[in-house]
């Protein structure tokens, strides 16, 4: 798995967005960047994914950069309940089982 | 909407003892994961598991562990004579087997507390 980087901590006020960036230059062609989050000690919560087009679902947009190097995860309207540890993990592709190497992630404050 | 559940949400035990953890996994899943997280520590990968075999499995993950499927539902992690720094959360996980599989849900987790 690439290895991906995560500023340490973020703040973002309530009802703000929040656009929490990752560093993954030496992806490779076939692995999808992932993010996941995790609050307090809860099992890790699958959030969104995407290869090389930006991706939109109900949760939050995923934004790619062309020479893929590089990603933003957007939570349009953060709220209170967001707040968690938020991991971008680049890892495998179709079919695969692989494994999802977590870093520290990036600790995300959300205030009123 | 279908979720990976986990028994006991929270095991003590005695060192040297044998425990067993136990997961469900999502129905039409055919991968599935363990992994575990010390307090205050990152996530790790433990072992994976396909077709009734270990895919890939990590260093942590020794001849005192075990993974199976003992039917068509559970899938379980055995530690067989557990150690104080076996103390953490675990994990389990399934991702489905084509298209967009590598979406891997997570379960709530054991908290196992070796005394």
């Known amino acids: 798995d690439a290895k991906t980087t995560q500023p340490t901590s973020m703040d973002c006020a309530e009802g703000r967005a929040a656009n929490l960036p990752c560093n993954h230059s030496?992806?490779?062609?076939?692995?999808?960047v992932y993010w996941y989050r995790q609050i307090h000690s809860q099992g890790p919560q699958y959030i969104i994914h995407?290869?090389?087009n930006n991706e939109t679902n109900e949760m939050a947009s995923l934004i790619i950069t062309e020479d893929r190097k590089s990603s933003t995860l957007i939570l349009p309207h953060a709220t209170l309940r967001d707040t968690a540890v938020y991991y971008c993990?680049?890892?495998?592709?179709?079919?695969?089982?692989?494994?999802?190497?977590f870093g520290t992630g990036t600790r995300l404050q959300v205030t009123l | 909407e279908p979720e990976v559940t986990q028994t006991p949400s929270h095991q003590v035990t005695q060192m040297g003892q044998e425990v067993i953890l136990r997961c469900v996994p999502i129905?039409?899943?055919?991968?599935f994961y363990w992994y575990r997280q010390i307090l205050g520590q990152k996530v790790e990968f433990l072992v994976s598991?396909?077709?009734?075999?270990?895919?890939?499995k990590s260093e942590i993950f020794d001849d005192q562990f075990s993974v199976e499927r003992p039917d068509g539902s559970n899938f379980t992690l055995k530690i067989r004579s557990t150690k104080l720094e076996d103390s953490a959360m675990y994990f389990c996980?399934?991702?489905?087997?084509?298209?967009?599989?590598?979406?891997?849900?997570f379960g709530p987790g054991t908290r196992l507390t070796v005394t």
């Open positions: 995407g290869l090389k």
């Open positions: 598991f396909y077709n009734n075999e270990i895919s890939e």
């Open positions: 993990i680049a890892s495998g592709g179709f079919g695969t089982a692989s494994k999802l190497t």
């Open positions: 030496t992806i490779s062609g076939n692995e999808y």
């Open positions: 996980a399934s991702s489905e087997t084509s298209g967009r599989s590598g979406v891997q849900y």
């Open positions: 129905s039409n899943h055919l991968y």
